[in-house]
């Protein structure tokens, strides 16, 4: 549609309606969150039927909203509007979504929402009772709805690139896929060297009881900052956060097998929190006032591994938690509990920072192939074994540990790379922030607050202001690399280990 001088001088009046369209929006769409959070956290079982049509009603709503002929009209009088650099980028990112969801039937966008919301039930009652033949027609039936939105988004690019395009705009495929390569190139040889040659380190073995494990999580969001007037801790079957700048929840579960999976896990949502709870208020509603997709991981990452794995953490933390059961170890054994190697290990959420990327290459794989067709549904289960034995040398013995244990493929595909670009961009994030701050010297003395306000200057407070690639060079100087990670990973295990990677 060309732009007229009409249009031009109606730019304004169209971006102000524009901006309270989508304004109504967003606040259905955090409903939906906050209604999904309920139904992972507090809902009863029986509840999930309605819940499914409620989160399908408001899908369809939000659908009708913003594909709505007046939204195109409003984009179309601000093709050549002279905008400020703010007001751009909201305009970008609406249109983004508006050419996405405009090319998708309503009813399609709203089967899709439905099918989610009943999945979650499916999948936990499948995980528990280890039955994934139970599952598997729902899995059959999510990759077909999504392979028919993708192919209505864009049927000139396979459905898979689609999908990934949703949660990483802007990051090209490629991209991702050269990180992997390196990953996949030289973890596998660090870990075998590591099995190989390296110490044995400690494990903590206490505390096992759930109540303690809570104690502990909760002390921890408190020593870290985490901000309760703001936020909640509960459990979930896997661990999640949601909300945005005004409530912020995080959710983890309990292990009685390893006291320290709990502990990791709060400190991995809250990573995610401290990023929606660092956007800019005043842009509540807008593009400018929501996280980037793509760096949302490299910010539980952080906390999780370059904060909460360190030995200063340790050094502050076991002050705060010595009148409880448990932990009855030095901060350098802590510390080495914390980042134990273990390959053994069949559980993405539970695994050690370096077979952890291994977890994610084999799902985005396999992921792929069953989107693609390569790889009929009722292969999943074996091709999964397959690769955790190529990629670690073990085998699960039930698909509760094997490809049911991530709720992830109940909605949708492509997005498993955020982990690792996540947790790659982690590490060059904190070689960043090492140049600005004396990170180990403020976390030995729990001093968390200029970490935070690092963060939200040079992260959190742009919202979508820019792309990804754009973002990341704002806040670290240069494009995404595996290098900083790679790096990282050899100083710290060959010290941890006394080998040499």
């Known amino acids: 549609m060309a732009t007229t001088d009409s249009d031009v001088a109606n730019a304004p009046q169209a971006y102000e309606k524009l901006i309270d369209r989508y304004e109504r929006v967003s606040n259905l769409n955090y409903a939906s969150m906050y209604l999904n959070w309920d139904q992972q956290v507090t809902m009863p079982e029986a509840g999930a039927a309605g819940r499914a049509r409620q989160l399908s009603a408001l899908s369809e709503t939000t659908h009708e909203l913003l594909t709505d002929e007046a939204v195109g009209d409003w ?32 009813d399609l966008a709203a089967e899709i929402t439905e099918t989610a919301s009943e999945n979650q039930q499916i999948w936990q009652d499948a995980k528990a009772e280890d039955d994934f033949e139970a599952y598997a027609p729902r899995l059959e039936r999510t990759r ?17 690139e689609v999908m990934y395009e949703d949660s990483h705009p802007y990051l090209p495929i490629e991209t991702i896929e050269r990180v992997f390569e390196r990953l996949a190139d030289e973890l596998p040889a660090m870990v075998a060297t590591i099995r190989a040659e390296g110490d044995e380190l400690p494990r903590v073995e206490e ?44 959710t983890t ?14 400190v991995h949502e809250f990573g995610h929190a401290t990023y929606q709870l660092g956007l800019p208020t005043e842009h509540y509603g807008t593009p400018l006032g929501e996280s980037v997709g793509s760096i ?27 009148d409880l059961p448990g ?10 509990a914390a980042n134990r190697i273990y390959p053994d290990n069949l559980i993405r959420v539970e695994a050690d920072e370096l077979t952890y990327h291994m977890h994610i290459i084999l799902r985005s794989e396999i992921g792929r192939q069953f989107v693609e067709g390569d790889l ?29 244990q991530d709720i992830h493929w109940t909605s949708r595909f492509a997005a498993f790379q955020g982990y690792t670009v996540g947790s790659v961009l982690a590490a060059q994030i904190d070689a960043t922030v090492r140049d600005d701050l004396d990170v180990d010297g403020l976390v030995r003395e729990g001093e968390f607050e200029p970490i935070h306000d690092w963060m939200v200057e040079n992260v959190h407070s742009h919202g979508k202001r820019y792309t990804t690639p754009e973002l990341i060079e704002e806040a670290t100087g240069e494009a995404l690399t595996a290098d900083y990670f790679l790096e990282y990973a050899r100083e710290k295990f060959s010290s941890l280990y006394g080998v040499s990677l």
């Open 144 to 160: 077909d709805l999504q392979v028919e939105r993708a192919e209505h988004v864009d049927p000139e690019t396979s459905p898979y």
């Open 253 to 266: 579960r309990f292990n009685p097998e390893d006291p320290m999976d709990p502990l990791t896990a709060t």
């Open 376 to 404: 009929a549904v009722e292969d999943v289960p074996q091709a999964w074994n397959d690769g955790m034995d190529e990629y670690l040398g073990v085998r699960p013995e039930t698909d509760a540990e094997g490809c049911l």
């Open 327 to 336: 932990y009855d170890v030095t901060p350098q054994e802590a510390y080495e």
């Open 75 to 106: 984009l179309a009088a601000l093709e050549e509007a002279d905008l400020d650099p703010g007001e751009a980028a909201n305009v970008r990112e609406i249109r983004r979504d508006y050419e996405r969801r405009e090319a998708v039937p309503a």
């Open 296 to 322: 949302h991981e490299s910010q539980s990452r952080f906390w999780e591994n370059h904060v909460g794995r360190t030995k200063p953490f340790w050094e502050a933390f076991l002050p705060e938690i010595d």
């Open 207 to 250: 505390p096992t009881d759930e109540e303690t494990q809570r104690e502990i999580s909760e002390r921890a969001l408190d020593f870290l900052g985490y901000d309760r007037s703001r936020g909640r801790l509960d459990t979930a079957p896997h661990p999640f956060m949601a909300g945005n700048q005004f409530d912020a929840r995080v």
